[in-house]
């Protein structure tokens, strides 16, 4: 029998780490890290780890995993240098890294969608922070690395639906992006297709969105429409006066049909507040 693969989720405590981890965890010998979040401190599977004071290298020394999914947040350049310390790990050893990265990579092109192969240019430091580590993966043989670009994640546990309840449950005003066009995803999606990934060994870009786009005023508004009868107040910003694209569109590396999804399926998924 094949010998189960050893995964280790930086960030395996937050929204999008914590999802992949129960995705995989009964499939693979799954391994996860936390930073503020003691509630795992007694989860054998669960290591603290702090990338502005422990050694990446010794985590993995310790782990020896077979994937790395990187799904950090916080100081920009503990982050850079954890990634930068992850690579020469990749040169030497049988690893591979799936980092998740972002549509923001392509934010300073807002006239039109982006597509895998697409130069990258942003104008958010978060988008040039992306930028920086895609580039130190791309410098490694293809087989060693998956950038995975990811847009905003919705679903029912998400912070992004949180706050609508939170806003609609105390009537305050809601942000929207009338002139903002995106595509979306979720929770489970999203896990889904990384466990496809991961099952078939794939490298590469990987753009994990729905393949159709949506205005963020029409999106939110549908949403929250799932979510109960509400009459939301909505506070429209516009931060140009034309429509701007925050998109990263699936057309070369594209997943097997079954995996693909569209936002009207995302939308769908979100569940009446109890
Ligand atoms: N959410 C989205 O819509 C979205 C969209 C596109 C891309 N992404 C990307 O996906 C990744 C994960 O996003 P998320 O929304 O899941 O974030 P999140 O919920 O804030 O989770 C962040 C993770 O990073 C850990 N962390 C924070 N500071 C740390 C430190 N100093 N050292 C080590 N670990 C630390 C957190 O641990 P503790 O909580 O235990 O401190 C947590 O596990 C990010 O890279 C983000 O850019 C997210």
Not at 72 to 86: I, S
Not at 158 to 186: D, G, Q, Y
């Amino acid at each position: 029998m094949e010998k189960k693969k050893k995964i280790l989720i930086l960030g395996a405590s937050g929204f999008i780490g914590n999802a992949i981890y129960k995705e995989l965890c009964n499939y693979f010998n799954t391994y996860g890290t936390y930073c503020h979040t003691t509630v795992y401190s007694d989860n054998g599977q669960f290591l603290q780890y702090d990338m502005r004071e422990d050694d990446i290298v010794q985590l993995l020394e310790q782990v020896r995993p077979d994937f790395i999914i990187s799904t950090l947040r916080g100081d920009f350049g503990a982050q850079v240098q954890a990634h930068q310390h992850m690579m020469e790990y990749l040169i030497k050893n049988e690893t591979k890294l799936y980092f998740i990265s972002s549509a923001n990579v392509f934010d300073a092109y807002s006239k039109f969608p982006s597509y895998e192969y697409d130069k990258t240019l942003s104008e958010s430091i978060f988008g040039r922070l992306k930028i920086k580590i895609e580039n130190m993966m791309m410098r490694l043989p293809k087989e060693k690395t998956a950038i995975l670009r990811v847009p905003m994640v919705f679903g029912n546990t998400s912070p992004r639906v949180k706050e609508i309840k939170m806003h609609l449950e105390a009537n305050e005003p809601i942000e929207v992006f009338p002139n903002l066009i995106i595509n979306v995803t979720n929770d489970d999606r999203l896990t889904q297709q990384i466990h496809y990934l991961i099952n078939r060994n794939k490298t590469g870009i990987f753009h994990l969105g729905s393949k159709d786009l949506i205005q963020h005023e029409e999106f939110i508004k549908e949403v929250i429409k799932q979510l109960g009868n509400y009459h939301p107040v909505l506070k429209r910003v516009f931060t140009t006066n034309e429509d701007r694209y925050l998109a990263a569109l699936p057309k070369h590396n594209k997943l097997p049909k079954n995996l693909r999804v569209k936002y009207q399926e995302i939308i769908d998924h979100h569940l009446p507040v109890e």
